[in-house]
């Protein structure tokens, strides 16, 4: 509705709602199928579908600049789900699984970097990065790929160093609050269990 609004602890997002994070701030945003989305410093992302219903399980969003964190929840359990997290670069289809990834460049000379990170809740993942250069898929946690702009394919699946994923998740000034935000996650999973 063009309306600005400062986020809470506590509030609601909606769909189609752009939420912007400032130089120092950063944004932790659970969904009511226990998705997980952390956003860094100077990040802009739009929600554009979450669809959490018996037979239309979707969830969509588009990440128009800067660092995020994404932890799949019971949407990407269902059997014909549809999770896609949108860069101006690619596509990223999320299989079950925790993701993070950054666009970084001005527009009109976008690039992302996106790693898939260890799966909290123990069950096989995978992303498939796509555009329309080409598709990279990622089995393995820590592998990532970059992809240097629009119409650039995706690079081929690599290990990442430990160092380049600790700054990665660093830079964005996410390291502690991730780390324990994983933890937390991973022991209301073990208490369900």
């Known amino acids: 509705d ?5 986020m809470s602890l506590g509030a609601e997002i909606f769909a189609l709602d752009t939420v912007l994070t400032e130089d120092v701030s950063t944004l932790g945003i659970r969904f009511v199928d226990d998705a997980v989305f952390d956003l860094g410093p100077n990040a802009e992302v739009t929600i554009d579908e979450h669809i959490y219903s018996p037979g239309s399980e979707t969830f969509v ?5 800067g660092g995020f964190r994404f932890v799949s929840g019971g949407i990407s359990k269902a059997r014909n789900n ?10 990223i289809g999320v299989r079950g699984t925790h993701v993070a990834g950054e666009v970084a460049g001005d527009e009109g000379a976008k690039q992302a970097a996106v790693t898939l990170l260890e799966s909290e809740d123990g069950e096989p993942s995978a992303l498939v ?5 080409g598709t990279t898929v990622m ?3 820590g592998t990532g790929t970059d992809i240097a ?26 390291g502690g609050r991730l780390q324990e935000s994983a933890r937390r996650r991973q022991e209301r999973l073990r ?3």
């Open 61 to 65: 969003a588009a990440v128009l600049h």
């Open 82 to 91: 549809r999770t896609e997290i949108h860069l101006p670069v690619a596509v």
């Open 149 to 174: 702009g629009s119409g650039e394919r995706p690079s081929q699946a690599r290990q990442w160093a430990q160092s380049r994923r600790d700054a990665f998740v660093a830079r964005h000034g996410n």
């Open 129 to 133: 990065v796509t555009n329309e250069a």
């Open 191 to 193: 208490q369900r269990m």
């Open 2 to 6: 063009g309306i600005v609004r400062p």
């Open 139 to 141: 089995h393995e946690p």
